[in-house]
């Protein structure tokens, strides 16, 4: 069974010009665990994504995975899995011809492809054209690509997106049972209720900044919560209430009794011999949480301060190593670097590749060469071979 891998974003810093989409992000998150990326849009989630899949260079700072930069990973579709878009198909190759390419270009046996068509729910069309599937089976098909080399870490980008409720729920068991085997897995959604069901672990950034990382239960306090309880004889249940000196609110379906657990509501209501019909406890909801994050509005410390630094950490950030990743175009979530930017490197013109990808590939330098060039290059999801070329050396030291 393959092993998970703990993923580290360390003082990870991208400006695109003037445009900074990541600013010092420091996280990390653990195999056996399903962890949530969360951000509002221009939040830099899929920048960072992108720089942790070597698609993107870091301005400063690294994203490593099991201690190692994705161009460092001796085999690494056997290592990653990642599936960041759901339209990056040729529309006219069958999906298990999509698979064989990927498994070729991967080392991977062909026999894979079959498996992960059953997997995802895709063996009945897998001899189909991709051009004729909906957005919910181009889901499953990218998920597929993810998971042919069967590996440790899976990076996904809003892996619910088109499929319909039963879709929605069987992702979500299928996630836990691959986290469950020792997995890393980390998606990035908006679908909070989603999230709020599927997930163990939270990072959550705005504005290129981490504002929280821990579990679910971290993000609201005690004193958040509150009872919801309701009885058929009302002004009873609110006399009651009052007499024990509760602060409480009345709803259409029922009263909230703030910062108060249900057994003692409960046993305020048996003592005045009041018979309830409803008794819940609440808590602060997610999508409310989320929005005074983002905002600003409360800061919440991160459950374990030394494993899971806030944004505005001390910590010095290291410098990136030579030819790290490759540089790509700004995602949808961050501007376009403006054509003078100085402090851009030269981004090379793209070349059409014959066979597209759902993920970064990495081949190996030719063995004839005498003296092997260190030039970083990725096959995209789009189809498109982008090359970095080696970094000079005093260039380096310039920095």
């Keep these: 069974m393959p092993d998970g891998q703990v993923l580290e974003f360390c003082g990870l810093v991208k400006r695109f010009g003037p445009v900074t989409a990541v600013d010092g992000l420091t996280a990390r998150v653990e195999p056996g665990l399903v962890t949530g990326f969360l951000g509002p849009n221009g939040a830099g989630k899929t920048t960072s994504l992108r720089m942790l899949l070597g698609l993107v260079r870091p301005t400063e700072g690294t994203a490593t995975i099991g201690g190692r930069t994705y161009d460092k990973l001796d085999r690494p579709l056997q290592s990653v899995g990642a599936a960041l878009e759901a339209s990056s198909f040729h529309p006219g190759r069958t999906a298990a011809n999509h698979l064989r390419v990927y498994a070729d270009a991967g080392g991977i046996p062909r026999a894979r492809v079959d498996e992960v068509l059953g997997l995802v729910g895709l063996a009945d069309v897998g001899g189909r054209k991709v051009g004729g599937y909906s957005l919910g089976m181009r889901q499953r098909l990218g998920l597929a690509s993810a998971l042919l080399g069967d590996p440790g870490v899976l990076v996904l980008d809003e892996p619910t997106n088109g499929l319909d409720p039963e879709g929605i729920r069987w992702m979500r068991g299928l996630l836990r049972t691959l986290a469950a085997e020792g997995r890393t897995v980390l998606i990035s959604s908006h679908l909070l209720a989603e999230v709020q069901q599927t997930v163990d ?68 209501a048996g003592a005045a011999g009041v018979v309830l019909s409803s008794l819940q406890r609440r808590g602060a909801g997610l ?49 376009p670097a403006p054509e003078s930017e100085p402090d851009a490197e030269p981004e090379p013109a793209p070349q059409p590749a014959p066979v597209p990808e759902s993920a970064p590939v990495r081949e190996p330098e030719p063995a004839s060469e005498p003296e092997p060039s260190t030039a970083a290059f990725t096959v995209a999801s789009t189809g498109v071979i982008d090359i970095v070329p080696p970094a000079d050396p005093a260039e380096e030291e310039q920095r």
């Design 201 to 268: 672990a939270l990072l959550i950034i705005a504005s290129g900044k981490l504002v929280f990382q821990g579990g679910i239960e971290d993000l609201a306090e005690r004193s958040e919560h509150a009872t919801i309880v309701d009885a058929p004889d009302r002004a009873a249940l609110i006399a009651a209430i009052e007499a024990a000196g509760l602060e409480y609110a009345v709803l259409r379906n029922g009263l909230t009794v703030h910062r108060v657990e249900p057994v003692e509501v409960g046993a305020i």
């Design 287 to 335: 999508e409310e949480i989320f929005l005074d994050l983002v905002n600003g509005a409360v800061v919440v410390p991160p459950a374990d301060a030394s494993t899971s630094p806030a944004a505005d950490s001390p910590e010095p950030r290291p410098e990136p190593a030579p030819g790290q990743g490759t540089d790509a175009e700004p995602d949808a979530e961050t501007e």
